[in-house]
Nanobody, 111 residues
């Protein structure tokens, strides 16, 4: 399986924004459901957002209204726009394309 590659993480102050990217090669990319997860230190990995091939989106209650998931099929890339970031958003963010997981990208939100 082709592994997706995340990027865009970093250190940001509370209230700031980041945009994560998840790139995956493959001609069937546009048909693959995409999900973002995150794992805070000492906690279990939790689901954050999902995007179906038809464009439907779903979000965890904790990020609803602040995060937006979208895709650019021409670039085989999915994005997670994160606004109004909070310290509790800190963690490693993982992209899941179908059944393939990326390596993750670190997001740190300082108070």
């Amino acid at each position: 399986q082709v592994q997706p590659v995340e990027s865009g993480g970093g250190l940001v102050q509370a209230g700031g924004s980041l945009r994560l990217s998840c790139a995956r090669s493959g001609i069937l990319f546009k048909l693959i459901p995409i999900e973002w997860y995150r794992q805070a230190p000492g906690k279990q990995r939790e689901w954050v957002a999902a995007l179906t091939f038809s464009g439907s989106t779903n979000y965890a209650d904790s990020v609803k209204g602040r995060f937006t998931i979208s895709r650019d099929n021409a670039k085989n890339t999915v994005y997670l726009q994160m606004n109004s970031l909070k310290p509790e958003d800190t963690g490693v963010y993982y992209c899941k394309c179908g059944e393939s997981w990326g390596q993750g990208t670190q997001v740190t939100v300082s108070s």
